[in-house]
């Protein structure tokens, strides 16, 4: 049997699955903001209970990255993925929110992909491969989005077989790999600009 492309995954994932994918992403790229990954802790642990106290612990997440002093525009998409978070607990705006947020951690990957100094492929071929990449035909994806893009996958199958706290540990594992891989990219890449 096939495997499903990542869009397909989105659209059949429940509350739970949605916002652990989303929260995942948002996760991943947290090493553009400088920031320790204890911001989204509260609302890792809060996606055991589903929606209760959601919405709060939301709050203290965006309180807390805003506090970050990092200010570019990977910085500011970071920033923006948690702001555009729903605070209701519903399919609906939990699949608009994982949707962008996958598309949003794709493109931030991408960027890094290119590397400094690289040519830059058009806007509109850029959008053209990450949307291919969510179809499940990753040609011409770079490694660090071909990665990016395995994680999104992966995560979203754990959360489809495994409904409780044990799915969401996994999840978190591998959103922390994720993680490690692209701090080690923007320091990589701090250190040839000094």
Same mark, same amino acid.
């Given at each position: 049997m096939a495997s499903k492309s990542l869009r397909e995954l989105i659209a059949q994932a429940d509350e739970r699955g949605l916002a652990a994918s989303g929260l995942a992403c948002l996760d991943r790229c947290l090493p553009l903001l +400088?920031? !320790?990954? =204890?911001?989204?802790?509260? &609302? @890792?642990? *809060?996606?055991? =209970? *589903?929606? !209760? =106290? @959601?919405? *709060?612990r939301l709050a203290e997440a965006r309180a807390a990255m805003e506090s970050e002093a990092v200010d570019d525009e990977a910085a500011t998409l970071v920033r923006q993925m948690l702001g555009a978070a729903p605070s209701e607990w519903a399919a609906d705006p939990l699949r608009e929110w994982a949707d962008d947020c996958s598309v949003a951690a794709l493109e931030l990957h991408h960027r890094f992909d290119a590397g400094p100094g690289a040519g830059e492929p058009a806007a509109a071929d850029v959008v053209q491969v990450l949307a291919r990449c969510r179809e499940g035909e990753p040609d011409g994806a770079g490694p660090l989005v071909a990665g990016e893009l395995r994680r999104q996958i992966q995560i979203l199958e754990i959360l489809a077989e495994a409904r409780d706290g044990v799915g &969401?540990? %996994? +999840? &978190? =594992?591998?959103?922390? !790999?994720? %993680?490690?891989?692209?701090r080690a990219v923007v320091s990589r890449r701090a250190r040839v600009k000094r």
């Open positions: +400088a920031s !320790e990954a =204890d911001a989204l802790r509260p &609302l @890792w642990s *809060g996606l055991v =209970d *589903g929606e !209760e =106290d @959601w919405s *709060g &969401l540990r %996994q +999840a &978190l =594992d591998v959103s922390i !790999e994720g %993680q490690r891989v692209l």
